[in-house]
């Protein structure tokens, strides 16, 4: 359905996003991991065309969906896709409604403008959509103002948004971020429940390595601007064979005994404007050698998964 | 809701109204000089001098002036000028309509001028445009008004003579007051308009607008307007009390007739009644200018309409 091919991004000089490669089809959720900064959301926008409204630019690499390379696409064309065919959720949804309109108008626009429906047959929409997301009485709530709800309705508002020209992707972009743990599971409970009722193909970008375990049946780990692994979730969790993903799985938390600590990774993720030579993680990989400081790795294929690594095939052994 | 709003902010304006009628009748007797004196024939009496005073009530306690002044502004009774020997309302309902006339064709002005300027400004964003704007910002407001009367009045009424040099026959007389006062306001609010569009272009909600699939101009006038109006609004708003303000100074340079020029000859006349009557004509207009605003601004904005006044 959706698949970007060897990603490169650029703000002037600065290169934040380079090589990154995945596909998402149709009734499948793609995860991309990564801590912050490691280019995810730059990569959503990529595919969205919203990086000109930041000042980056596309510099290689193709993002196609259903045939046609978007990084070509007129903006007038890239706008019938927009919340026609690919929706987008954000990350606060305390910020991501406009303040001075009613949740309904807001919801509306999208079916009047894909779809083109009166405003009576959007209205209808928007209050059925509503009702699926299991928010209660939507004909009220389409007459309130963002303000006056909680940060979890209104993540639901804003997936009703990406959902009401019933689109074939979904990028969501750290969905559950800004909002309480509780609601978190709710909300991404939903959106797996909606991957398979409308058979949607699902971008789910997080950094939290729990839920891509739980919802994603693909995943893509990020680092630096670049993809140092992708494959199956139950391969990669399996068999983890890049260092920064063995750390990933190793920081999740499990259980509250005594014995296991909340493990975290040393150092921090570099910036833009100092991404190391050779492999992006060698400062803080906990295997580097000589080779990782000068030579950027290639990919490492084994089945259907692959990890940017100098020593990936042999990731099991522990380092000397 | 916005009309028990409305009540909450009219009730506010009785205390502030109380303390600037204070503020305003002390000014005027803090003032130097006397209007007695500008009564006075050459050779009078200080029994004459004393007569007079006691006739217009000045011998009397402060606090008691004070209450007299204020209970007869509350039936309408402004009282009568000393020097000028008239009825000071007739005064006043002689110069306000000039002053109105002035002040809201610069409010008019400034406020579509300055938005356009401020819009442009905002979506454009060309480098020679912009320093192009900033100097302009720059001079409005900092630019004083009877400067920049002298100059204009000098250029097009002196040299070109495209305008009457003062006066107030006909519109040709209007155009450079207007253009006078309504200057500054122009660069106000070219810039006020220009930031709030600036900033209202990287709130989150506009990538998800875009992220809609709607159009650039869609979101510029169905969800940036309404966000940049508000500040623009507050400012406009504080701008009435200050372009009739304002319109003192240059309302007695192009010699015309109006509040401003009222009150400069009240003052120098220290024509106690008539300065406090323009005075409280002023403030009334900035209040008025103030509570105009805020309603407006509730009635755009939900999360303040909710908001205890």
């Known amino acids: 359905m959706l698949s970007v091919r060897d990603l490169g991004v650029a703000f002037g000089a600065v290169q934040p996003l380079s090589g990154v490669s995945f596909a998402v089809g149709k009734g499948e959720t793609l995860g991309i991991v990564g801590e912050s900064g490691s280019g995810k959301s730059l990569t959503a926008m990529s595919v969205m065309g919203l990086l000109p409204l930041s000042g980056g630019r596309i510099t290689g690499g193709k993002v196609e969906f259903d045939g046609q390379d978007l990084t070509k696409l007129s903006e007038r064309a890239y706008r019938k896709l927009r919340g026609g065919r690919i929706g987008l959720i954000t990350q606060n949804p305390m910020t991501s409604l406009d303040p001075l309109k009613k949740i309904g108008p807001q919801v509306d626009d999208v079916a009047k403008l894909h779809m083109g429906l009166s405003e009576q047959a959007a209205r209808a929409r928007t209050e059925e959509i509503l009702g699926t997301l299991r928010i209660p009485e939507p004909a009220l709530i389409c007459e309130r103002y963002p303000h006056q709800m909680s940060g979890g309705m209104k993540q639901r508002i804003v997936i009703a948004m990406a959902l009401a020209a019933d689109p074939d992707v979904l990028i969501a972009d750290e969905p559950t971020t800004a909002l309480d743990v509780t609601v978190q599971a709710q909300i991404i409970r939903l959106l797996d429940d909606l991957v398979k009722e409308r058979d949607l193909a699902l971008v789910l970008i997080t950094h939290d390595m729990s839920v891509v375990a739980q919802t994603c049946d693909k995943v893509v780990v990020m680092y630096a601007g670049r993809a140092v692994e992708h494959g199956p979730v139950e391969t990669i969790f399996d068999r983890p064979r890049h260092p920064y993903t063995q750390a990933l799985i190793a920081c999740i938390p499990r259980g509250l005994d005594e014995a296991t600590r909340l493990t975290g990774i040393e150092g921090t993720v570099p910036t833009v404007v100092n991404y190391p030579s050779g492999c992006p993680f060698h400062p803080r990989c906990p295997r580097a050698e000589a080779i990782c400081a000068t030579d950027p790795p290639g990919f490492s294929v084994e089945g259907d998964s692959a990890a940017a690594c100098h020593f990936a095939e042999v990731a099991d052994a522990q380092p000397a | ?309």
């Not at chain 2, 909450?8 to 803090?30: A, E, G, K, T």
């Not at chain 2, 009774?77 to 000028?84: D, M, N, W």
């Not at chain 2, 122009?186 to 220009?194: E, W």
Request: net charge positive; hydrophobic share 55%; glycine share 10%.
């Open chain 2, 1 to 309: 809701m916005i009309l028990r709003y409305t009540f909450q902010r009219l009730l506010m304006l009785i205390p502030v109204s109380f303390s600037i009628s204070v503020v305003i009748f002390m000014i005027v007797y803090l003032l130097p000089g006397d209007p007695i004196d500008n009564l006075l024939r050459v050779g009078s009496s200080p029994e004459d001098r004393a007569e007079l005073v006691a006739q217009y009530g000045l011998d009397r306690n402060l606090v008691v002036q004070y209450f007299v002044w204020i209970g007869n502004m509350f039936q309408g009774e402004f009282g009568q000028a000393i020097v000028l020997r008239r009825p000071v309302a007739d005064l006043v309902a002689q110069n306000l309509p000039y002053s109105l006339t002035l002040g809201g064709l610069a409010f008019l002005f400034s406020s579509t001028v300055g938005m356009t300027l401020g819009t442009i400004s905002a979506i454009v964003r060309h480098p020679v445009l912009d320093r192009f704007m900033r100097g302009f910002i720059l001079l409005g407001s900092t630019v004083p008004g009877f400067w920049l009367a002298l100059l204009l009045i000098l250029f097009f009424s002196v040299n070109l003579g495209w305008f009457p040099v003062s006066g107030a026959g006909g519109w040709k007389s209007l155009v450079l007051p207007v253009l006078t006062i309504g200057f500054g306001g122009v660069a106000l609010v070219a810039r006020v308009t220009r930031v709030a569009l600036l900033d209202a272009q990287r709130e989150d909600f506009v990538t998800l607008l875009h992220a809609k699939g709607l159009s650039s101009r869609t979101i510029l006038f169905r969800h940036l307007m309404p966000h940049a109006l508000l500040p623009v609004v507050t400012i406009l708003a504080l701008r009435i009390g200050w372009i009739l303000g304002g319109a003192v100074t240059v309302e007695f340079v192009f010699g015309r007739p109006g509040l401003g020029s009222l009150l400069i000859r009240a003052l120098g006349q220290r024509d106690y009644p008539v300065v406090q009557a323009c005075l409280l004509m002023l403030a009334l207009a900035v209040m008025l200018g103030t509570l105009i605003g805020d309603v407006a601004q509730a009635s755009m904005d939900p999360r303040i309409r909710e908001r205890k006044a």
